[in-house]
């Protein structure tokens, strides 16, 4: 398959993938689009078109909206009609779209004149803790390696509720945050701007259809509800994290900020880098238990920019495929007492981990808690993360030929206020 479009090999854009997401072009409202090579493709225009009046729509509008919720809320017959019909527009064999000038130049914008938006009304979110390479190091810390897991880790996604107000999209800056913190040998907490600054990276899937409250999705049926996953950087303040994690989890550590990469890469562009997901020991109870659930091939890195590096330093190498616990297990598991799920929800996997210290997924796992601090190519050293640092992570599935790309969730670092 190819398209009329150029498109790099190394681009994370090709007619592959065809991630969705919300923008503006120069003076214009919010509206939905994909991305294809260096362009934006305009879905309010095709709409206007009626390229999208098929029976999937139920002859609502979705794409002039300023968010994906109500092309989510339609389900997945729709989001392979919009695949199936934008492919269709694309392929360098047809006509409709290559050949009429004028329906070009309204449709297809610059990817580096938009400005991009947060794809969804993100209503709740979700962050889980399911690589167990990083649930291992850090209970390692806290408690030693002989009771670095929990007693329910492995018999349940372990997870807490995060905050939606405060996600943010790439490329937003980041400040600084104050909170309680109590040195180790202080006899009180003192407070003032957090001094372990951390970036974790994640990945997290958008919710489609959801559930109504009191009926819950059975694994089985998981992948109905998930219409595709971004980038995610959970920034931490791992000095406050410590002083208030117990007993009820994070709190204030993790909701000053969290960045997702702003394009959504459905499930039906990563379908060929599917992969089983790995054995479970033990065995999970029966409702987490899936036939054929599958985990996928997805590389991720982290690199880290300070004010005088001469060019960004990879810092994290990990896959996907580190996560022990599927998005169908994590689906299923916060669904099964009931809660509901609604399209827009953000669904989180944790920071992703793998055994090598390169596959660290944060500053407390590869400095060991600042114990060990990374050098860097100029002779800078970093415990954790400094004002003035951009940290980004990105993310590929590489296929032969192309690639099925997230491109980029960056952020920078401002002083406390
Ligand atoms: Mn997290």
């Known amino acids: 398959m190819k398209s009329f479009i150029d498109v790099a090999h190394d681009s994370h854009f090709p007619i592959q993938n065809l991630p969705f997401g919300v923008f503006s072009p120069a003076g214009g409202a919010p509206r939905v689009g994909v991305a294809i090579g260096d362009f934006v493709l305009d879905l309010a225009v095709l709409e206007e078109r009626g390229h999208f009046r098929t029976p999937e729509f139920q002859g609502g509008a979705v794409f002039s909206a300023g968010a994906i919720n109500p092309f989510l809320a339609l389900g997945r017959p729709a989001w392979r009609k919009a695949r199936e019909v934008i492919q269709h527009l694309l392929d360098s064999d047809m006509p409709t779209l290559r050949d009429d000038a004028e329906l070009r130049l309204r449709a297809f914008h610059a990817r580096k004149d938009v400005t991009m938006h947060l794809p969804a009304r993100i209503g709740d979110y979700t962050d889980f803790y399911s690589s167990y390479h990083h649930a291992h190091n850090v209970g390692t810390m806290l408690r030693g390696p002989e009771n670095a897991l929990m007693p329910n880790w492995k018999w349940l996604p372990v997870a807490y509720h995060g905050r939606a107000s405060s996600i943010v999209v790439s490329s937003t800056d980041v400040r600084r945050p104050h909170g309680q913190i109590k040195p180790p040998d202080a006899p009180a907490p003192i407070f003032g701007p957090s001094r372990s600054f951390d970036y974790e990276l994640e990945t997290a899937f958008l919710i489609g259809p959801g559930n109504a409250l009191g009926t819950p999705i059975p694994i089985e049926r998981a992948a109905d509800h998930v219409f595709g996953l971004v980038l995610m950087n959970d920034w931490s303040a791992r000095d406050v994290q410590a002083w208030e994690y117990q007993p009820l989890g994070p709190f204030l550590a993790k909701n000053f900020c969290t960045s997702i990469s702003p394009w959504v890469v459905t499930l039906e562009a990563l379908e060929p880098f599917r992969k089983p997901l790995p054995a479970q020991a033990p065995e999970p109870l029966p409702y987490l238990r899936a036939p054929n659930d599958f985990s996928y091939d997805i590389q991720l890195e982290a690199h880290l920019q300070t004010k005088t590096l001469a060019a960004p330093h990879l810092i994290t190498r990990t896959n996907f495929q580190n996560l022990y616990w599927s998005i169908a297990?994590?689906?299923?598991?916060?669904?099964?007492?009931?809660?509901?799920?609604?399209?827009?929800?953000?669904?989180?996997?944790?920071?992703?981990s793998g055994a090598t210290e390169e596959s660290r997924g944060c500053m407390l796992e590869l400095t060991w808690r600042g114990a060990n601090p990374l050098t860097l190519p100029n002779g800078e050293t970093r415990k954790w993360l400094e004002d003035g640092d951009r940290l980004t992570i990105t993310g590929w599935a590489q296929g032969d030929g192309y690639r099925i790309g997230f491109g980029e969730v960056t952020g920078r670092i401002l002083p406390a206020a």
């Open 329 to 352: 297990q994590q689906l299923a598991h916060h669904t099964v007492n009931g809660c509901n799920l609604q399209p827009g929800d953000l669904l989180a996997s944790g920071t992703i």
